[in-house]
């Protein structure tokens, strides 16, 4: 099985070919440069692997929450090749992508992405396996201080949002211990493969027009009021 991933909603600009198991990938920080890089960085993959884009038996592509310009280009461009090949799509959600990163022997995992504007992207997952999630609620935006946190032991929190929100995250989490911190971390197409193909592998997938990117949100700036105060 060969499933291509796309993963654009941060300044990373990512693609991964799974190929019966194995996981080839490419991954550049480009801040505005992902629709430059991200269809060259595809043809790579498969040049490397040795195969056309016909033998793709499916495309996933992560679908946000995350940069607005970035979630539209890896949905986009998702779209572009599952309808011109008739395969699959399996959008994965970015924030889940982002938790993969954690340890493999991270129970729970808290995913916090930067929203901008004081604000957080968010999501829970608990690890079942080195590459299964289980989701533990809705993915949220607001305010770090804000954020509802499910009962847990112990977290691990990983993303850029650990970076200026640290304090007010750790404060969410009550009585439940941190036993660590990757603000390095950050969504890769190599974890939607992951997270992807057995999906695709159990016949899942949906129609390139049904696949919808995750906002969250309805703006991406303060006003100069909101930036005044």
């Known amino acids: 099985m060969n499933l291509l991933a796309l993963e654009t909603a941060t300044d990373l600009c990512s693609a991964a070919l799974w190929c019966d198991g194995r996981v080839l990938a490419r991954s550049v920080e480009a801040p505005r440069r992902q629709a430059e890089l991200l269809l060259p960085m595809c043809e790579a993959l498969l040049d490397e692997a040795g195969i056309g884009r016909r033998r793709l038996d499916g495309i996933a592509c992560g679908r946000g929450p995350g940069a607005f310009t970035g979630v539209r280009l890896a949905v986009s461009v998702a779209q572009g090749l599952a309808l011109a090949l008739d395969r699959p799509l399996l959008p994965v ?3 889940a992508a ?16 930067d929203a901008r504007m004081g604000e957080v992207y968010a999501a829970a997952f608990r690890r079942t396996g080195v590459e299964t999630l289980q989701s533990l609620g809705a993915e949220t935006v607001g305010a770090a201080a804000a954020l509802a946190v499910p009962a847990a032991a112990a977290w691990f929190g990983v993303g850029s949002g650990w970076g200026p929100y640290a304090a007010a995250l750790r404060a969410c989490l009550g009585t439940a211990v941190l036993t ?29 027009s049904q696949a ?5 949100r309805d703006r991406v700036a303060l006003t100069r009021a909101e930036r005044g105060a």
């Open 212 to 216: 919808l990117p995750i906002y969250l």
């Open 98 to 113: 982002l938790a993969l990163a954690a340890p493999a022997d991270a129970d729970a995992v808290l995913a916090v992405l």
């Open 180 to 208: 660590g911190i990757d603000t390095h971390a950050a969504p890769q197409a190599a974890a939607v493969a992951r997270l992807a193909a057995p999906l695709l592998a159990a016949g899942g997938g949906m129609p390139p």
């Open 93 to 95: 959600s970015t924030l």
